[in-house]
């Protein structure tokens, strides 16, 4: 078995992280190229790829950028086996790309409703189908990032949890079909997370404190975080987990959707 305690824990792996631009999937993009990685960038802005890149690049590591919408089905596609080419292999794919906006449901339009609903879970599984037959090859690992609305009622976020909630099931049942493939396919379910597009939407600073205080652990998840616990799940160490989603949000769903209640002043 391999040591799951290696200071390179992907080295001579490949890794493509789609939302790999900023935020959480830039996060998760860097640890993996510190671990050993060659990572492959996929966002809609080419500037935010290059500008993770060159970090990556900075810092010794290998990784390459790849302009593409995860809605567009045959761009990204061209994307992973360009990626796959150039690394000689995918083993790794993380679903990071993800849109999101506060609505009332009663003004939701359908348009907005299909948008989100389109990047995130649509867009997760183009990624997950262009990528399997790559994965396929040596056996390889899926993570995709979820989010606690998929289990907990959140208003202004009917979308948003629709489309979570999609992910999850995906995930377990992409798990059950690939696994005689060699393929684990897991989640991650994050919790507020502080330095993120998503956080300064669903709690702008006139809550942000109020919300802090409200989460059990009193504070904000970091972006480093949710990448450790990425690379715990693609790593020998979580070899034998498949079908999961890894609940991280430092309690927070435990209270249910009081927080968001109090924002909405009720």
């Known amino acids: 078995m391999e040591n799951v305690f290696a200071p390179n824990l992907l080295a001579g792996k490949a890794a493509l992280v789609t939302g790999g631009g900023s935020g959480i999937g830039a996060g998760i993009a860097m640890l993996f190229a510190h671990h050993g990685a060659k990572v492959a960038l996929v966002g809609r802005t080419l500037e935010k790829l290059e500008n993770v890149a060159k970090t990556i690049r900075d810092a010794g590591g290998e990784a390459s950028t790849h302009a593409c919408d995860v809605r567009d089905y045959p761009a990204l596609e061209k994307a992973i086996n360009d990626a796959a080419t150039q690394a ?3 083993d790794l794919l993380v679903n990071s790309a993800a849109g999101n906006f506060l609505a009332p449901a009663a003004s939701l339009s359908a348009n907005g409703f299909r948008s989100v609903v389109d990047i995130d879970l649509c867009g997760t599984f183009n990624a997950c189908r262009a990528a399997f037959a790559h994965l396929a090859k040596q ?3 899926i993570v995709s990032i979820t989010a606690t ?3 907990v009622p959140t208003p202004l976020q009917v979308h948003a949890g629709a ?4 992910i999850a099931k995906l995930t377990r049942d992409l798990a059950l079909e690939w696994g005689r493939m060699g393929i684990r396919v897991n ?3 994050p919790g507020p997370v502080e330095g993120t597009e998503g956080m300064s939407r669903l709690a702008p600073p006139d809550v942000e404190s109020g919300l802090k205080k409200r989460v059990p652990l009193g504070r904000y998840g970091t972006i480093d975080e949710i990448a450790a616990a990425v690379l715990y799940l693609v790593s020998p160490a979580g070899a034998y987990v ?7 949000d430092g309690g ?4 249910g959707p009081g927080p968001f209640l109090d924002m909405m002043g009720g």
């Open 88 to 90: 000689g292999r995918l």
């Open 139 to 141: 056996g390889g690992s």
């Open 149 to 151: 609305q998929a289990d």
């Open 163 to 166: 489309a979570k909630a999609g």
């Open 187 to 189: 989640a991650v379910a």
């Open 242 to 248: 498949t079908g999961s989603t890894l609940l991280i």
């Open 252 to 255: 927070t769903s435990l209270i």
